[in-house]
């Protein structure tokens, strides 16, 4: 469902759509009572399997066009461009367990842990905000959908969660990426295997090829 949904909305408005629930289960822990927690967790659910199949084709998207723009391999450029997106979240968890730490030291409990919510769910708006300027990319396909792996899975994969046909001949903006690339990032978030581990699958394949 999350790679149609994604398909629908676009990946720009899949990341938005998926991050709103982020941003009430937090604010949902200001007033922690089941019938806050369990609705919102149930909801942050939802929307990360959203979030997350629009990354992951919105990451192809922008590193595509970028490889187009560059004349760099398409690969390469996803390999890039998932490495600076998972140090980058890396980051924000290091960060996060700083602020933390620092409100924990400052205010004591139980004043720290509604302290720290009110933080968080400020931090969690404001980056929703940031992720309404995202600038809107057009959808990526595979380049040849109808062909198959060497493990005999489809490739169509990859037109499903960015939902359209483009052509980078006609002029206008939009981008083609080959098979292997697609299949690496895709197959991963579908799967729901761990994200941690996206960029060092397709420098795998690289290696591989």
Not at 122 to 141: C, F, K, N, S, T
Request: glycine share 10%.
């Amino acid at each position: 469902l999350s790679s149609g949904i994604a398909s629908l909305l676009t990946p720009k408005w899949a990341v938005v759509a998926g991050a709103v629930p982020y941003v009430v289960f937090i604010g949902c822990n200001i007033w922690p009572n089941w019938y806050t927690l369990i609705p919102g967790a149930v909801l942050v659910g939802i929307g990360a399997s959203v979030l997350w199949a629009g990354e992951g084709a919105y990451i192809i998207s922008a590193a595509a066009r970028y490889a187009t723009a560059s004349g760099k391999p398409k690969k390469s450029a996803i390999t890039m461009f998932q490495g600076l997106f998972f140090g980058t979240l890396q980051l924000t968890i290091m960060l996060g367990n700083t602020t933390s730490s620092v409100i924990f030291f400052t205010y004591e409990k139980p004043d720290a842990v509604t302290f720290l919510f009110y933080v968080y769910t400020a931090l969690a708006a404001i980056g929703l905000v940031l992720l309404l300027l995202l600038r809107p990319l057009p959808p990526v396909r595979n380049s040849s959908a109808d062909a198959d792996d060497d493990d005999g899975v489809t490739t169509a994969s990859a037109a499903a969660v960015d939902g359209g046909d483009v052509d980078d001949s006609a002029g206008n903006g939009d981008v083609d990426i080959d098979d292997d690339a697609a299949d690496v990032v895709i197959e991963d978030v579908d799967t729901g295997a761990s994200l941690d581990h996206g960029a060092d699958a397709i420098a795998d394949a690289n290696n591989a090829d």
